[in-house]
C-alpha cells in the first residue's frame, strides 16, 4: 500500500553537474563541439 508522510518538510539538495555526467559522456562531446550561444539569443 502507498503511504505518505504528512510530517515531512520539504528540503533543498545541492548537486554539482560536474559530478553527474561522467568525463567520457557523449554529451561534453558535444557540448566542446558545439557553439550553443545561440539559442539565449533566439529565445
Do not use: W
Not at 4 to 23: C, D, K, W, Y
Amino acid at each position: 500500500m502507498f503511504q505518505t508522510n504528512s510530517h515531512r518538510q520539504g528540503g533543498f539538495e545541492f548537486v554539482n553537474i560536474e559530478e553527474l555526467v561522467p568525463r567520457d559522456h557523449l554529451l561534453r562531446k558535444i557540448d566542446a563541439t558545439i557553439d550553443f550561444s545561440f539559442i539565449a539569443e533566439k529565445t
